[in-house]
């Protein structure tokens, strides 16, 4: 694997999801893997699990971690080719990356969707920018359409808590004050494609996703209706997707609450807004997993790190062996 980009660079999601848990048993197996190798963190964006358990992965595995909060640090990058830069950008994508792989081995990268312009969100500027610059290996760590740490996390933590051969899983939309990305849905919804559950989607009408990937995925506009049954209820707003990035609905009939959780378990990927996306009762209850969602990151960010590692361990390898 040369990166970790979305869930499509995962050859084999149970095959991960193991591995992921025999880490979680055992963190510092690996810890001289990384040994003499540096990651650097770039956050466009606020963080909090992300910046730390991907941190503590890396660490895990003995490397050592170089973290910059790039967006409001660094210099304002200019991704256009050929653009005359006598606007706010100060530094091209292109040098920029180039020297930002000069200081490490892998380079992981946080940014998030503009929400404004959807056709340059959806080109991932940042990301390919880095992908096509850098020439080392490229993280995700939330870009403007996928977190895939994310999703790998909570595959760890389905997998975990699943006792059945077919649970009920539901993705609920729920209504947020502010215009969120889709980034988070998407790939939870890519991650479910790979699974063996009965999956369901439910939202207000007008609130669908990318139908790239909702592509043969069951959408029920009953939230009630969609609730029925289920194993696992995880919870995420989205701001809109065809009026690209508004905030047309707060209806607080959205909301989670105990009663509609009935005895699922709840899930979510926080950081999560109180009584507006889920009330107290169902966060304060046994039957949330947020916790463990969030200390899976760690495991999920440490399966990625591990398989980067070893990639450049064998490019080296076959470099010395052309070498003689
Ligand atoms: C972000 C989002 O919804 O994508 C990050 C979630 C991991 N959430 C907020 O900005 C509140
Ligand atoms: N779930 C998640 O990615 O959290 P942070 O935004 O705090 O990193």
Redesign the pocket.
């Known amino acids: 694997m040369e990166h970790y980009l979305s869930l499509k660079d995962i050859d084999s999601l149970p095959n991960w999801v193991a591995e992921a848990k025999s880490l979680k048993a055992n963190p510092l197996q690996y810890k001289s893997l990384g040994a003499a190798k540096t990651i650097c963190l770039l956050f466009f964006n606020n963080s909090l699990r992300t910046r730390l358990s991907t941190q503590k992965a890396a660490m895990n595995l003995g490397m050592e971690v170089i973290v910059m909060n790039f967006g409001s640090e660094g210099w304002a990058l200019e991704y256009g080719d050929g653009t005359v830069m006598d606007q706010g950008t100060s530094e091209h994508i292109k040098e920029a990356a180039q020297v930002v792989a000069q200081y490490c081995d892998i380079v992981a990268i946080r940014a998030?969707a503009s929400l404004t312009d959807r056709e340059k969100d959806e080109a991932e500027v940042v990301l390919n920018g880095f992908k096509k610059y850098a020439g080392i290996p490229v993280v995700n760590m939330?870009s403007s359409v996928g977190?895939p740490l994310?999703s790998l996390a909570d595959a760890i933590t389905l997998s975990e808590q699943n006792t059945k051969a077919k649970p009920k899983v539901v993705l609920s939309w729920a209504p947020h004050p502010?215009a969120?990305?889709h980034?988070?849905a998407n790939s939870f919804v890519e991650m479910m494609h790979l699974q063996d559950a009965d999956f369901v989607i439910t939202h207000p009408e007008g609130y669908e996703l990318s139908p790239e990937v909702t592509k043969g995925a069951k959408i029920e506009y009953d939230q009630e209706k969609a609730l029925e049954g289920a194993d696992f209820v995880y919870v995420?707003?989205w701001s809109n997707y065809k009026d690209y990035g508004k905030v047309l609905n707060q209806d607080p009939k959205w909301t989670m609450n105990a009663k509609k959780l009935g005895n699922a378990k709840f899930m979510h990927?926080?950081?999560v807004r109180r009584n507006i996306v889920v009330a107290d009762e169902v966060l304060d209850s046994s039957q949330s997993l947020v916790i463990e969602q969030a200390n899976n990151r760690t495991y999920a960010a440490q399966i990625v790190l591990k398989k980067l590692l070893e990639g450049l361990q064998s490019t080296a390898t076959n470099d010395l062996n052309t070498e003689k």
Do not use: G, S
């Open positions: 998030f939330e977190h994310q502010k969120l990305p980034a988070v995420k707003n990927c926080l950081p």
